[in-house]
Every structure is written in C-alpha cells, then in structure tokens.
C-alpha cells in the first residue's frame, strides 16, 4: 500500500480497540472484538504486544496473553472500518 503506509499501530484499552494511522492522515480506531472474530481468537484473550514484521510491511501482528496471534492487513483496517452502532 504505498503511499498508506501506516505510522504505528497500537492498542486503546481504554477504547478496546486498535488506533492505526496512515501516513496520508487517515485515521482508524478498529475495535478489539472485531480483530478476535476475524482471526478466530480466544474472546477472553488479552492484547501484549502490537508489532510490524520488518520485512513484509503488509500487516501489522498482535500477541495475546494466550499465545494467539493474529495478523492484520493494511487493506482490513481501511477497507473495513467501523460500522455506526443503532443502539
């Protein structure tokens, strides 16, 4: 995804959710459940680390205290974003 590069990924736990931002301003806060669904991962499963794969900056991988792991696309975060909750 060139010239959307993405600075830096990391987790709100304050807002259950991932905050990444491109380098052409755009801005995604995508929820924390969201990532679980889409990976199959435990829904009790607590992020520890947010990191980019140095050599293949297509995605971006989250750990979780249960020893899951689940990458995540560039393309999901923009293509997908949060839908407007009708509470």
């Known amino acids: 995804m060139e010239g959307q590069a993405p600075s830096r990924p990391r987790s709100c736990d304050w807002e259950d959710a991932f905050n990444v931002e491109f380098d052409d301003g755009l801005s995604f806060l995508e929820p924390h459940a969201t990532i679980k669904k889409a990976n199959k991962i435990s829904a009790v499963a607590v992020p520890k680390r947010v990191s980019v794969p140095k050599k293949f900056r297509s995605h ?12 995540v696309s560039w393309s999901f975060i923009r293509e997908f974003p949060p839908r407007n909750s009708k509470k």
């Not at 971006?60 to 792991?69: A, H, L, N, Q």
Request: proline share 0%; hydrophobic share 35%.
């Open 60 to 71: 971006f991988k989250v750990e979780y205290d249960t020893g899951e792991i689940a990458e």
